[in-house]
């Protein structure tokens, strides 16, 4: 048990409800979160001492490794479990960075779940969701990843949904969209609320009823990082106008936009057309769950 390998994969946020800003100046959200085939890789060799490689197609825009979230995680899990068995982490970046999709949040949780295997800790042991939740407030969520409601600033999480797969085509025109940027675009002071929809606790579990769900509850952030990145409305157009797909919304804070299917065939289509139309853009076909 030298080597452990685990997968970090994208978290999709299917909605995205700001509620309000809190007196400590955090948002309290609703978000029906999903998990992406598309995936960074994280190995854990625990034969070294603690340390981190990055690699990877999007590694050059991860920053400094001294200050990534992999290990933030492994000091959060060593402050909550004294004498752990620590280890040399290698990053393979693959999704792009600060483009709503949790890529650094799902890399430390990957790592908790290395590091909690390695010390023989089980899944659900509460120091790992501790040390989640003082890395970020994506890790907890990130930990077991399957379809959630996510709430509060995200350390409130509902059972799994079991949710039909979603056929989607996620796309990133390569702009970086720093979180604390759009959530200043949005611009709502301590003690603000956003107006619009509550969020509905049932969700249907069939995908026709899961697709007009989703029409009816949006992305509160999609309006104030069109602010800060317009280019993200290209990418929004160009799929709204392909003829497979039923539904096209921004991931979290953005830069990431997904766009929903019928099935496999068609959200392979799209994204092989989306390729050839722009070359540089990150597009991937997968399966939501």
């Not at 690699?55 to 920053?63: E, K, L, S, V």
């Not at 970046?93 to 909690?116: F, T």
């Not at 993200?232 to 979290?252: K, N, W």
Request: proline content about 10%; overall charge positive.
């Amino acid at each position: 048990m030298q080597k452990l390998v685990a997968r970090a994969p994208a978290k999709v946020n299917l909605t995205l409800r700001i509620l309000r800003r809190r007196p400590d100046g955090f948002h309290d959200l609703a978000s029906v979160v999903a998990f992406a085939g598309a995936a960074d890789l994280v190995t854990l060799d625990m034969a070294h001492p603690l340390g981190l490689a990055v690699a990877g197609p999007t590694a050059p825009a991860a920053g400094p490794e001294s200050d990534n979230l992999i290990l933030r995680a492994a000091a959060a899990f060593a402050r909550e479990v004294p004498g752990a068995r620590l280890g040399q982490f290698h990053l393979t970046k693959r999704l792009p960075v600060a483009a709503g999709i949790g890529g650094g949040s799902s890399d430390a949780a990957a790592a908790l779940r290395l590091l909690a295997t390695a010390n023989g800790l089980p899944a659900d042991d509460p120091r790992l969701y501790a040390a989640a939740r003082a890395v970020g407030a994506d890790v907890p969520v990130c930990l077991a990843p399957r379809s959630r409601i996510m709430e509060g600033t995200g350390e409130v999480l509902s059972q799994p949904l079991g949710l039909p797969p979603l056929f989607a085509v996620l796309v990133n025109c390569r702009v970086p969209v720093p979180t604390a940027d759009v959530f200043r675009a949005l611009g709502l002071r301590p003690g603000d609320s956003l107006p619009g929809p509550d969020p509905e606790p049932d969700l249907p579990r069939t995908q026709a009823g899961l697709l007009a769900y989703l029409a009816r509850h949006g992305n509160d952030l999609e309006p104030p990082a069109l602010a800060v990145a317009p280019a993200i409305a290209e990418v929004m157009d160009l799929l709204r106008a392909q003829p497979e797909v039923r539904l096209v919304r921004m991931s979290g804070s953005g830069a990431t936009v997904f766009a929903l299917t019928d099935n496999c065939r068609m959200a392979a289509s799209v994204s092989r057309r989306i390729g050839e139309l722009r070359g540089n853009w990150w597009v991937r076909p997968t399966i939501l769950r």
